[in-house]
């Protein structure tokens, strides 16, 4: 079956532009989590989605960065006014229910930030 | 501050042979452990995965050794084949939580 997609699969922007990363999770799960991966880092929680419940937001590195999920499916994760240590592979991740499940990852996002 | 640490960013070793990757934590509250393999221009993917009520699982060719006391696991493979060249991420959380706390990840290289 399908699973996680994100889009784009790059993005390259100029240092103060606004982007946003969509998340396509897999169909019935009803977590979802954004992830960024810099270089040379490991993998930083940034937000987490469970059903209709308010997002844990406590990994969003400042409030530049924000996120929606529509539906309880689509999510997309905005940076406004982007800067260079944006730069990295921001990866979402589906989960089939509660937190301790296994989660399935996308491909991930790269962004560079000019 | 980094609460799960895999000192090692790379590792070669033969084809058929054991590859050990390793991996330590800080907080001794954790009680759920994952690895995840990753290919290049791929998402991470679930490998295998322990609780802290054990101290070994085993799929396959994979196990995983849970060491509390150390807050150290390690994921074996073997034999080890070409095909398992990856960077390999351990993860940890606490069971009821909502957050993986993810290593830098280790470079598997398996020689043919």
């Known amino acids: 079956g399908a699973g996680v997609s994100q889009s784009p699969s790059n993005k390259v922007t100029e240092k103060g532009k606004d982007v946003e990363l969509r998340c396509d999770p897999i169909?019935?799960?009803?977590?979802l989590y954004w992830y960024r991966q810099s270089l040379g880092q490991g993998l930083e929680f940034l937000i987490y989605f469970q059903g209709n419940s308010a997002p844990d937001k406590s990994g969003l590195p400042s409030d530049r960065f924000s996120a929606e999920r529509t539906g309880g499916s689509v999510s997309t994760l905005t940076i406004q006014r982007t800067q260079q240590e944006d730069s990295a592979v921001y990866l979402c991740?589906?989960?089939?229910?509660?937190?301790?499940?296994?989660?399935?990852f996308g491909p991930g996002t790269r962004l560079l930030v000019l | 501050d980094q609460q799960v640490k895999q000192n090692s960013p790379s590792l070669s070793v033969q084809e058929g042979r054991i590859s050990i990757l390793n991996c330590d934590y800080t907080?001794?509250?954790?009680?759920?452990f994952l690895w995840y393999k990753k290919y290049p221009a791929e998402g991470p993917t679930f490998l295998i995965s322990i609780s802290s009520i054990k101290d070994k699982n085993e799929d396959g060719r994979f196990t995983v050794f849970l060491n509390k006391s150390a807050k150290h696991l390690s994921l074996h493979i073997v034999p080890s084949q070409p095909g398992d060249s990856a960077v390999y991420f351990c993860a940890a959380s606490f069971f009821t939580g909502n957050q993986f706390y993810f290593g830098t990840g280790t470079s598997l290289t398996v020689i043919p």
């Open positions: 169909s019935g799960h009803t977590a």
């Open positions: 991740a589906s989960s089939q229910s509660e937190a301790g499940e296994t989660q399935y």
């Open positions: 907080n001794s509250m954790f009680d759920y």
